[in-house]
């Protein structure tokens, strides 16, 4: 397949919009060059505020994650979803499951159903949760999420894996830290600068 679409999650959301122009730049990295190849069709939440359309984006599909019904016509035709859809700081603590969990399984059914052919889940390290006794945490220990952010997106790495055991659809889960840079949400940013003027900023530069 000489050009195959993908669909990405999550826009016009920071890290989508981050990820999209990044694949629009000077090639310097492997995973660049490997999805360099791809037209994208996003997926963008039912009211969510309009942005200066990406180069690279084929095509833009409006869907909630929350229902099933609405993922069908955005799979249709695609290679990869990357699944950067989530959310951190809900209304209510049940917002959390229906968006990290539940909305995780819909869109992971609707990509077995149309045989997608490899589902990349961001995830988070909040659900693998915290070292315990000052000894790093490993890939094989079991998870501990301590919060219900945390808990969410390990319930969603569950369902992916149940909804795609037996099928044609690949897996994987990426469990990153903090995200930042442009676009970086202000509230995020605030938390950074807090921070640095605890541990300095030459600590935090060792993180960047």
Avoid: C
């Amino acid at each position: 397949m000489l050009h195959p679409l993908g669909l990405i999650t999550g826009y016009p959301g920071w890290l989508a919009r981050r990820f999209l122009v990044r694949l629009q730049e000077a090639t310097t990295a492997a995973w660049q060059q490997e999805l360099s190849r791809y037209r994208w069709r996003v997926l963008m939440a039912p009211g969510a505020e309009p942005v200066p359309r990406i180069p690279g984006i084929a095509d833009v599909q409006v869907g909630d994650v929350r229902h099933h019904s609405l993922l069908d016509r955005a799979m249709q035709g695609v290679d990869l979803v990357l699944h950067a859809a989530g959310l951190i700081h809900p209304r209510r603590i049940g917002e959390l499951y229906s968006v990290n969990r539940d909305g995780t399984a819909h869109l992971a059914a609707a990509a077995v159903q149309t045989r997608v052919r490899r589902f990349a889940l961001v995830s988070s390290n909040a659900a693998a949760g915290f070292a315990r006794d000052a000894a790093p945490l490993r890939e094989s220990d079991e998870p501990r999420p301590e919060s219900h952010y945390g808990r969410s997106k390990y319930q969603g790495e569950q369902a992916l894996w149940r909804v795609l055991a037996g099928s044609a659809t690949q897996g994987v889960v990426l469990r990153p830290t903090t995200f930042y840079g442009p676009h970086f949400p202000r509230r995020q940013l605030k938390a950074w600068r807090r921070a640095e003027a605890v541990l300095g900023s030459s600590a935090m530069a060792a993180t960047r």
